[in-house]
């Protein structure tokens, strides 16, 4: 009976296993299949020569590095403020972080384009720069329940309270505790948020597109409307970043309780 | 007492704080009333909630109710009564309830068999990390990688020919309905399991040894203590897994184009070209899906709560 079940147990990893990795080496294997002589890399080099692809590319980067910052300005003070002085507001604020998942993306934004337009009090669609602003909050958004969440548990391994005391008393200012003592304290909690939001920033379509931005899922969206076998390229270099930013948590998760003892 | 100095507080807030703020040169005031540093540590936080996450929102569904000239109207949701819209939440509806009921059910078998199936606990370990990245590969690169697997030209389609002769392109298409369901999947399986794993740790193995001893087998363990514990987080799974398909557009507008009429397609339609004609049409179909989603996210919130009582 026993043993039954472990051999089921095992039926059922191994179709998981199947399940989840067959697209990803399917993926790959149609990305080399560009010429019919025979599997090449020509599809990468397309892809990487076009002036399109890295323009799109650098600017999703530029992007999604401008979204972590302001997140960070955002998301640390408020969560600061919130565990050490109004642990009430706690339920509220958690809520409020958790909307980006519960309102679809395509909803944020049609409200963003009805409130910020052209003929509104506030037209930041109007100029490039103001776009590029709305794009930016935009991603913010998404990435809101993530950055929080990883700010929130970074400083609940430290000592808030004590350690802001401490600073207090030697007669630092709020801002330099916040940026000077707590900040450094939860770098690595933080910059696993920064991870998982450059991941995020990176693919991201609908918004982009709704906005009139040409961002990498923008360029991806065009290429797989109009090309064959250099999409999927795509796909594995958006892949290859996904997990490289995945792997990068995984392995600062390992360098988080050593920095939390030392303080 | 604390109580009523709250709600006076809370009243004259914007009004006293001035002179508060004015009159407070103290550097020790860390522990007492709200200071200045108190409000602007708090303040970007909540303009930033209220500009890009509320008054949108609220925006869409106010709009909903209001005509071209500002009035109040109910024409707007009447007009969701149309053949195409209702066709759009239709498919949308079935095709978020079926990923969520095969994507929960899978799930929670896989999440059995690695958990509770006596593997190694590495296997669990690489499972719930590999869940992690899986569920949020939602989007385009995910259409991609489902064409080349499952496609006319895909790998799995060609070696089902060469070996079995077996023409899959018959009877499945990518492009289509069950395609969108099963690329859904992908990312619904995961996210199945990254919230069931943590309850099935909550089903103690005491419990397992008690029910043995009482005569129970595995199997009757399962039907009559294990499924009734996890029966509200099953619920709530649901409800999460139904609402994370009915917002996704990405991955069904790379794979169908604009071929497989869902509501966020159409919206997105909408929002570029109003191609149905009505600019407050557009806000009433926002509406519809802001209901939708939430409806399904208070299920889940509200069966949370009594899916925490046993699992501790």
Known sequence: MKRGSRFWSWVIFGLTVAYFILPLIATFEFSLRIRREGYTFDAYAIVFADPKFQQTFLYSIVIGICTIIVGLLITVPAAYYVRLKAPQLRPIIEFVTLLPLVIPAIILVFGYIRLYNSSSILPLTNSNLGTDVLLTFAYVALALPYMYRAVDTGLRTIDVRTLTEAANILGASQVTIISRVIFPNIIVAVLSGAFLTLAIVIGEFTIASLLNRQVFGVYMQNIGANKAYTPQALAVVSFVITWGAMGMIQLLARFAPKTARTT | ?312
């Open chain 2, 1 to 312: 007492m604390a109580n009523v100095s709250a709600t006076a507080d809370s009243n004259t807030g914007p009004v006293s704080t001035g002179p508060v703020v004015r009159s407070g040169g103290n550097p020790f005031r860390f522990l007492g009333a709200l200071s200045l540093g108190d409000y602007l540590a708090i303040a970007p936080f909540v303009i930033f909630a209220l500009m890009f996450l509320l008054v949108p929102t609220l925006g869409l569904v106010v709009g909903a109710f209001v005509d071209a000239q500002g009035n109040f109207t109910l024409q707007n949701i009447a007009g969701l009564d149309d053949p195409q819209i209702m066709r759009a939440f239709t498919i949308s509806v079935e095709i978020s309830a079926i990923t969520a009921l095969l994507g929960s059910g899978i799930g929670l078998v896989i999440a059995l068999a690695v958990i509770r199936g006596g593997l190694p606990s590495a296997m669990r370990s690489s499972l719930v990390t590999f869940s992690g990245v899986a569920s949020n590969f939602a989007g385009l690169p995910l259409a991609f990688a489902f064409i080349a697997t499952l496609g006319r030209l895909g790998l799995v389609t060609i070696i089902l020919k060469t070996l079995f002769g077996f023409d899959l392109s018959r009877s499945f298409n990518v492009i289509s309905f069950w395609g969108l369901a099963v690329t859904y999947l992908y990312f619904q399986i995961p996210l199945m399991i990254l919230i069931i794993a943590p309850a099935i740790d909550g089903i103690k193995k005491e419990w397992n040894e008690a029910a043995a001893t009482l005569g129970a087998t595995n199997r009757q363990f399962w039907l009559w203590v294990g499924l009734p514990i996890l029966w509200p987080n099953l619920l709530g799974s649901l409800s999460l897994l139904f609402a994370n398909a009915f917002g996704a557009i990405a991955t069904a507008y790379a794979l169908t184009g604009s071929s497989l009429n869902i509501v966020p397609i159409l919206l997105y339609a909408q929002i570029q070209g109003d191609v149905l004609h009505n600019p407050g049409l557009g806000a009433a179909l926002a509406l519809g899906m802001i209901v939708i989603t939430a409806f399904a996210n208070v299920i889940y919130l509200v069966v949370r709560t009594r899916a925490e009582r046993w699992l501790r």
